[in-house]
């Protein structure tokens, strides 16, 4: 994970970055660094709160999401939800099953959230096409699938976030080392051609792409 910005100026922006609800997100961050393999995938509390706050800004319906990990993400993007709006979540990991639906519970999102467990690459041609809010931050080498499959079931106007598309700053190296790398540039480099979106990538803890569907 890219160590951008430094840690005092992370620890800054964590000083002043809401933290909301926050015992259930300090509580799911405790679990993960305790019980879980590879913590760090763990959004955290500053690009937890930019998910929620992005979520409250757009109010979108229904929210979709490609790799729920321990659920911290899933419950910031949830705070935005309009009233009977869900969110669905796809993990292929059925070891978190009942510790992440546990935190949704506990949350008060059980009704709200629903994880479904299985390979995205399976799940997502099954769905319906009406989702305003996308978040992947799944295997990156699968970003590419993902993003073709998801971008026609958006609506127009809706909004696809991509994760870790910096991937530690190697993506911006004179030369490109290692399979994940080559394909995180070359799906930046295809959105930022592609006509069906407006795109930004946000220099954000490990990148982040923010698109907009035309
Ligand atoms: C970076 S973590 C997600 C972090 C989470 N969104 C958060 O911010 O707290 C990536 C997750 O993708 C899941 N994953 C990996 N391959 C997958 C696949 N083929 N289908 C669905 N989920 C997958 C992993 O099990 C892991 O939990």
Known sequence: MLDFPPKNIQTYCEQHSEAFPAEILKEIERYTHLHVLMPQMISGQVQG????LLSKLLAPKKILEVGTFTGYSAICLAQGLQPGGRLLTLDINEELEDAVNGFFKKAGLEQKIEL?????????????????LA??????????NYYELILPKMRPGGCILIDNVLWSGK?????????????IDALNK???????????????????LMIRKK
């Open 49 to 52: 709160h930019f998910l929620a």
């Open 116 to 132: 479904r467990i299985g390979a995205a690459l399976d799940i997502i041609p099954e769905l319906s096409e009406d989702w305003d």
């Open 135 to 144: 978040f992947i931050d799944a295997d990156k080498m699968n970003y590419d």
């Open 171 to 183: 993506v911006a190296e004179p030369e490109l080392k290692g399979k994940k790398t080559i394909a």
């Open 190 to 208: 295809k959105i930022m051609q592609d006509p069906r979106v407006e795109r930004v990538l946000l220099p954000f803890r490990d990148g982040m």
